[in-house]
């Protein structure tokens, strides 16, 4: 069936440095992609998102790839700091179903 | 207001109990949804209704009932539920069936099954 998935469960990166969370999607009709962010004990919380006819999307100290050819979507977060330790998910809109599919998720550890 | 409320925060129930989970949002989303999400697990989509009316439901087992009295509220009620069964449900809504723009989540009911 159709998945979205993340490359690496967990990453360990040194506060301050960029972090790079990638993920892999089957569905090439899938018109919309979202990241999310979640700590322990809580929801999932929007952090970026970009619509297929985007390759890049940029907020604050996020930015979305995405790269239609291969279906791979990334997450860069610049300056990381201990606040951003979490699970991050990427999402894949099913836009007939309306159906969020996630990927696995890769936990994002920060190292003071 | 740009929330998704759910309440309550945690529950704990016997086996033979019935209680309901509740799922508010006033930002004029027309879809809502509830997923269940098991430890280090991403979120699975359990329901789907749009304009009020339930459009999906991925083969939840009956002992698992939802129910939209409006389009701000959405419940899931809850009888002679499995320790299997415990977990962290998550309410959702978006602006609109289908898009996923706005797709916003709460912020979960643990639930423990004894």
Same mark, same amino acid.
């Given at each position: 069936? %159709?998945?979205? !998935?993340?490359?690496?469960?967990?990453?360990?990166?040194? %506060?301050?440095?960029?972090s790079?969370?990638?993920?892999?999607?089957?569905?090439?009709?899938?018109?919309?992609? +979202?990241w999310?962010?979640? %700590?322990?004990?809580?929801?999932?919380?929007? +952090? +970026?998102?970009?619509?297929s006819?985007?390759?890049?999307r940029?907020?604050?100290r996020?930015?979305v790839?995405?790269?239609?050819?291969?279906?791979?979507?990334?997450?860069?977060?610049?300056?990381?700091?201990?606040?951003d330790s979490?699970?991050?998910f990427?999402? %894949?809109?099913? !836009?007939?179903?309306?159906?969020? +599919?996630?990927?696995?998720?890769?936990?994002l550890?920060?190292?003071? | 207001?740009?929330?998704?409320?759910?309440?309550?925060?945690?529950?704990?129930?016997g $086996?033979?109990n019935?209680?309901?989970?509740k799922?508010?949002? /006033? $930002?004029? /989303?027309?879809?809502?949804?509830?997923? *269940?999400? *098991?430890? *280090?697990?991403?979120?699975?989509? $359990?329901?789907?209704?749009s304009?009020? *009316?339930?459009?999906?439901?991925?083969?939840?087992?009956?002992?698992?009932?939802?129910e939209?009295?409006?389009?701000?509220?959405?419940?899931? /009620?809850? /009888?002679?539920?499995?320790?299997?069964?415990?977990?962290?449900?998550l309410?959702?809504?978006?602006?609109?069936?289908?898009?996923?723009?706005?797709?916003t989540?709460?912020?979960?009911?643990?639930?423990?099954?004894?």
């Amino acid at each position: 069936g %159709e998945s979205v !998935g993340l490359h690496l469960p967990t990453l360990s990166v040194q %506060e301050g440095d960029n972090s790079i969370i990638n993920c892999a999607y089957s569905n090439s009709a899938s018109d919309y992609f +979202i990241w999310y962010k979640q %700590e322990s004990g809580k929801g999932p919380q929007f +952090i +970026i998102d970009i619509r297929s006819n985007m390759d890049k999307r940029q907020g604050q100290r996020v930015t979305v790839l995405l790269n239609k050819t291969v279906k791979h979507l990334s997450l860069q977060i610049a300056a990381t700091q201990p606040g951003d330790s979490a699970v991050y998910f990427c999402a %894949e809109n099913n !836009g007939n179903t309306g159906k969020l +599919i996630f990927g696995q998720g890769t936990t994002l550890q920060v190292k003071p | 207001d740009t929330e998704v409320t759910q309440t309550p925060k945690h529950l704990v129930m016997g $086996m033979t109990n019935k209680k309901s989970l509740k799922c508010e949002q /006033h $930002m004029g /989303h027309r879809a809502m949804y509830w997923y *269940k999400q *098991k430890a *280090k697990k991403p979120p699975e989509l $359990m329901f789907v209704y749009s304009y009020e *009316k339930l459009s999906i439901n991925e083969s939840v087992p009956s002992r698992f009932s939802p129910e939209c009295p409006n389009s701000s509220l959405l419940n899931l /009620h809850l /009888h002679a539920l499995q320790p299997e069964d415990s977990a962290l449900y998550l309410c959702a809504s978006s602006q609109q069936p289908g898009t996923g723009y706005g797709y916003t989540f709460g912020s979960g009911t643990r639930l423990t099954v004894v």
